[in-house]
């Protein structure tokens, strides 16, 4: 986890940016993210973003289902 080597590009297909940050490839696939089979993911600064927003998402639909 955490920062990644410089040159290291984003996993996401048609993605070919400068990756930010390396995550365990099943979470970032668990948002719909398409980052192929590798253990590791890559991603860049945008798609890192993406994540975040949607890994957001997933708790706030839990604490729903919790209240209901
Ligand atoms: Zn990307």
Known sequence: MGRVAKGVK??????????VRSLSAEKVRATGLR???????????????????????????EQWRYKA
């Open 35 to 61: 980052v192929g089979n590798e253990r590791r993911a890559y991603l860049c600064k945008e798609h890192y973003k993406e994540y975040k927003k949607k890994t957001k998402k997933d708790k706030q639909v």
């Open 10 to 19: 984003c996993s996401v297909s048609s993605c070919g940016a400068e990756a």
